[in-house]
């Protein structure tokens, strides 16, 4: 039996059209830092997992020290213009798990869905655990180039040293590429590239539905099912197609859909809602 937990570490405000993307390739990245619309304030969502082999968190949610006021990069237009966060200290990962009862270093996995810092922020609180990253988004984030892209290297604990998944366990389901975890074969890593190039997506097997932690595949799952990309993702093209992907593995097996920004992920967990057609 596989547990899971929703945690809030705190919530983001973006763009309207980061949500829901508007016009095509660069003139949609364009548009969602023009756009002057915010949307509600969303959650940021992490997830532990109660698994036989050990304790497994996915995305670690973001940090208080956002707070700070030369947290983000102010040279770049991205931090300037398109996000917004409101995390306290005591809505950190760290924090939240021992409150479940649940202590941060019996965490035996972390796996990042990507490196934004809304999942990678709460790193810190995890040096004893393995942390699986993909190989594609692990380079793309690094160095200065990762900061041009948006992320924010220079905040990973000094220990930081990912073990990087490349995918070499064959397809599943409509995915051409998957890394398996557990040795019983019920934790699976998809590649899921759209909002990053190397995002990736866990897709928890039980015995009659699948659990899909989506990460920022989408920012709800109405988005996922009509096909609608974001306003960031580097290609239009790769991210439509992960979302059919998706949407096809849900027509398949029933499946409780779970993105990291959903307002109603956490009720659709708790209450088993798969996605319908
Ligand atoms: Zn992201």
New binding site residues.
Partial sequence: MIRIHAIQTGGVWIRSRQREGFGRGTMRRVHTLLDRQWTERLPIWAWVMEHPEGLIVIDTGDTAKTAEPDYFPRWHPYFRLGVRMDVKPEEEIGPQLKGLGLSPDDVRWVILT?L?T??AGGLHHFPKAEILVSRSEYQSARGTGGLLRGYLPHRWPDWFAPRLVDFSDGSFGPFSKSHVLTRAQDVILVPTPG??YGHLSVIVRQDDHDVFIA??TSYNEALMKEGKIDGVAPSDELAADTLRRIAQHCRTRPTIYLPSHDPDAQNRLATRRYVQD
């Fill in positions: 990507h934004h809304d999942h909002h990053t990460g920022d």
